[in-house]
């Protein structure tokens, strides 16, 4: 009969740094994701923002031309510098007791990603809508 001798600490020399070595690429590509999609949150939000700006800045002007431009130039201010936008949709009944809705779409650029093979840039839109005063005269 062969004895088998009882397992001791120093027959697990050395599996700690091979769980370390595997688990450390899986939670840093794991925090890159966390960061990805804190980014798009936030642009995200961003966005939302300048569209209801855009829609409100539309909603004070007096003529649909106007209310047009107004809106295009407060979505492109609110979101100027960290992407290209564009007013994509301006629609609504531009009437007394009306609404107006607002649409923008823009190409956010993956600077910075580039560890999680994100190049280019992602087209995300977002949309705002804001009601126009009813006792108002518009036309």
């Keep these: 009969m062969t004895r088998r001798r009882p397992r001791t600490r120093a027959d697990e020399r050395g599996s700690m740094a091979v769980e370390v070595v595997l688990l450390v690429p ?3 590509l794991f925090l890159l994701l966390v960061i990805v999609g804190g980014r798009y949150v936030s642009v995200r939000a961003d966005m939302e923002a300048a569209a209801r700006d855009a ?3 539309a909603s004070l002007e007096r003529t649909q031309g106007e209310a047009e431009s107004a809106a295009s130039a407060a ?3 609110a979101l100027d510098g960290f992407a290209t936008c564009s007013m994509s949709d301006f629609d ?3 009437v ?3 609404s107006v809705e607002v649409e923008i779409a823009c190409d956010v650029p993956n600077d910075g ?3 999680l093979g994100l190049s280019g840039s992602v087209r ?3 949309s705002g809508a804001a009601p126009l005063d009813t006792y108002r005269r518009t036309g």
């Design 55 to 57: 829609a409100r800045a």
């Design 26 to 28: 899986v939670l840093f």
């Design 96 to 98: 007394a007791g009306g």
């Design 124 to 126: 995300m839109t977002a």
């Design 75 to 77: 979505s492109s201010a």
């Design 113 to 115: 990603l580039g560890l």
């Design 92 to 94: 609504g009944p531009f």
